[in-house]
């Protein structure tokens, strides 16, 4: 998804898309939508009938060649604020061709089920035919046919064709990481794969959808500006209106042209203009970060968010834990110890599970047991393991493991209570194991946090975001890291309740909470959560509760997204200071050369020293018109954001977009007059 070739603004085919889309959109019906410039459009209209009064012999109006002038200045203006839309519209249209081919016909092997039984006979079938809960085979070098997720079997997978990146990605049953995407590539090994979407509700379709606009709606911020927008522009007809009056009482006649040229030259036709296109490019990068946002609301809320929920695990730490040390209790051998690890980790998926049997060095199967039943680690026993003839080992966090000991009337040793409290202040996991409700002893988990993982942390704590740290471990643990990678505040021993009661807690404080997960007992929370970031590689639960997808199954993309989200609040709010600031120059532009006929008191409000009453409202027009092509620019790229903090931001905006945007039209206008001046 990271095209090279579309970080180009202005590409000519997506220019000539933008510029055909710039008439389509003239049609009333498309131009309603937009109260500020439907009332250019309007104005339009207007003046062209006007043209046309005075070709058929009407002299009061000035001349044909002046209101012709304003006329196509006022019409240009209409195409630069529908091509502003337009281009950035063919920059997702562009995306979702590049998408499509991804999207090609593939042919899958559908394994057929007669009852609850896989039969072996396989056929080949092309992926329009797979519905949802079918059962698929991908081999190395096959195209994966459908999104899903493995049911049996592990694969490395090329998912360039959707994230863009070429290195390849360990997929495998089980666990969080299970979730396949149709269109990436099996490189090697063999899986079997459920169907998990319909046909037509596959992630590329949403996807598609997604960046042509087809699902795009106004966010809440973006509808409030819009109505404050035609609240502005309402007060602009009342104002333009009431000049009439002012002019009979001066005895200064005031042509139509003059009348809609000062109204649209004060209305915010600027920010009415590139509104749309903001929002539009607001989600596109976001696309470009390898985020897929349901609704443009997402983005747009990452950035004001107050509390950022993050799991240790993958995101704070390299995660994949690894089992270093065994530590068998007092009386216990190491070979016992070490054998029943072997036994309760035989059905361990994880990558904890899997380092413990590689520390123990022993393949399970040289234990030769009779009919063992695996108990599978649950959110609420914390604990894992293995019951065959009369024994029963479980492997779990030391306080389930206290519990269930005691609760059988058996002591929990003093040193693997110390033994757990060692590893934990180190910043390590420790899995106690027992036997028949008896202490073994203590496996030690180490993680290491993720390098540069500190400055983030600062970085968001200048944006005025409280970071809590998510995990199963216990606390002295989960202090330890804590302190280590600068979290405000941490969450030990969650359980996916704990995680929604902490959200909602903060929610009802008033303030706005994001989370990123990836498993299915994640969905709950990330559903919660105002801002959901779920990985693509998670759980399809996951993917439908939270309303992003970080294809690049990055756990520190929130960081990343919340930038976006600010920087879209703020590219909206500069611009908008920018254009209410405009109006003042207009303002001085166009006002004064009304009435300095009639009034020479009003030549010392002729700042500019404009030459006459029609080359100051040529002027004005004209750069009306012209501002908007010319901030397009950064309409689609945003504004650049720096954590400096609320009051800081608004004190550098003020400086910058609202001083500037008195400032720039004033040279502007006055430079069009000397060339108006020359040229009429």
């Known amino acids: 998804m990271k095209h090279s070739s579309n970080n180009k603004l202005f590409q000519s085919s997506l220019v000539k898309e933008a510029l055909k889309q710039s008439f389509i959109k003239l049609s009333p019906a498309k131009m309603f939508r937009n109260p500020v410039m439907f009332t250019v459009w309007i104005g339009t209209l207007v003046m062209a009938g006007v043209c046309v009064w005075i070709a058929t012999g009407e002299t009061h109006q000035g001349s044909l060649a002046y209101n012709v002038i304003v006329t196509t200045v006022l019409f240009i203006t209409l195409l630069f604020a529908n091509f502003a839309e337009g281009i950035a519209e063919a920059r997702g249209k562009a995306q979702a061709d590049s998408l499509r081919k991804t999207r090609e016909e593939t042919p899958a092997k559908w394994i057929q089920i007669v009852g609850e039984m896989y039969v072996n006979e396989i056929k080949i079938v092309p992926s329009s035919q797979l519905k949802k809960s079918d059962l698929f085979l991908c081999e190395a070098g096959d195209i994966i046919p459908s999104d899903g997720e493995i049911i049996e079997g592990l694969a490395t997978i090329d998912e360039s064709a959707i994230t863009g990146e070429s290195a390849p990605v360990i997929r495998e049953a089980g666990g969080d990481k299970s979730s396949v995407t149709g269109g990436t590539k099996v490189l090697s090994d063999k899986i079997k794969v459920r169907v998990t979407t319909e046909q037509g509700e596959s992630f590329l379709d949403k996807m598609i959808a997604l960046?042509?606009?087809?699902?795009?709606?106004?966010?809440?911020?973006?509808?409030?500006l819009t109505i404050l927008l035609a609240g502005f522009t309402l007060v602009f007809v009342i104002v333009t209106v009431t000049l009439k009056p002012f002019g009979d009482y001066a005895q200064t006649p005031i042509t139509i042209a003059a009348f809609i040229s000062l109204f649209v030259c004060l209305i915010p036709t600027t920010i009415g203009g590139l509104l749309s296109a903001i929002g539009i490019a607001g989600m596109d990068r976001a696309l470009r970060a390898n985020v897929i946002t349901k609704s443009g609301k997402a983005v747009e809320t990452a950035g004001d968010i107050d509390v950022l929920l993050l799991d240790k695990t993958g995101t704070i730490t390299i995660g994949n834990r690894k089992a270093t040390h065994f530590y068998p209790a007092n009386g216990i051998e190491e070979k016992q110890f070490i054998k029943a690890t072997v036994l309760s980790s035989m059905a361990d998926e994880t990558p904890e599970g899997k380092s413990i049997i590689e520390l123990a060095g022993i393949n399970p199967l040289t234990y030769q047991i009779q009919n063992p039943r695996f108990i599978k680690f649950t959110a609420e026993t914390r604990s894992s393991g293995i019951e065959f003839e009369h024994t029963k080992i479980r492997k779990g966090a030391s306080d389930a493991i206290r519990n269930l000991v005691e609760k059988a009337g058996n002591i929990f040793p003093a040193e693997t209570a110390e033994q757990v409290k060692i590893i934990a202040s180190n910043g390590g996991t420790p899995l106690v194991v027992a036997e028949n409700e008896n202490v073994l002893g203590v496996i030690e988990l180490q993680d290491i946090i993720k390098p540069g993982i500190h400055e983030r942390f600062d970085r968001l704590r200048k944006m005025g975001i409280k970071t809590v740290m998510v995990t199963g471990d216990n606390p002295l643990t989960a202090k330890y890291i804590a302190e280590k990678a600068g979290v405000d505040d941490f969450i030990a021993e969650a359980k996916p309740e704990d995680k929604m009661n902490y959200i909602r807690k903060e929610q009802s404080s008033g303030r706005l909470v994001a989370m990123m997960g990836d498993g299915t007992n994640d969905a709950p929370a990330l559903a919660q959560a105002d801002v959901g970031v779920a990985m693509n590689s998670g759980t399809q639960a996951a993917?439908?509760?939270?309303?992003?997808?970080?294809?690049?199954?990055?756990?520190?993309?929130?960081?990343?997204?919340?930038?976006?989200?600010k920087q879209l609040l703020m590219t909206r709010g500069t611009l908008t200071t920018f254009s209410i600031a405009n109006d003042v120059a207009k303002y001085f532009a166009i006002v004064p050369a009304l009435f300095i006929a009639s009034i020479p008191a009003l030549q010392g409000l002729?700042?500019?020293?404009?030459?006459?009453?029609?080359?100051?409202?040529?002027?004005?027009v004209i750069?009306?018109?012209?501002?908007?092509?010319?901030?397009?620019?950064?309409?689609?790229?945003?504004?650049a954001y720096k954590p400096i903090g609320a009051s800081a931001l608004l004190r550098r905006n003020l400086l910058i977009y609202g001083l500037g945007g008195v400032i720039v039209p004033f040279i502007g206008i006055k430079l069009i007059d000397i060339l108006v001046t020359i040229f009429i």
């Open 543 to 565: 993917k439908e509760a939270g309303n992003m997808v970080d294809l690049d199954n990055d756990p520190t993309k929130l960081i990343e997204v919340v930038e976006i989200g």
């Open 606 to 620: 002729n700042i500019m020293k404009l030459h006459s009453p029609e080359t100051a409202i040529l002027s004005a």
């Open 623 to 639: 750069f009306n018109a012209i501002i908007i092509p010319l901030l397009i620019p950064l309409a689609l790229r945003g504004v």
């Open 211 to 224: 960046v042509e606009g087809a699902s795009r709606q106004k966010t809440p911020n973006e509808i409030a």
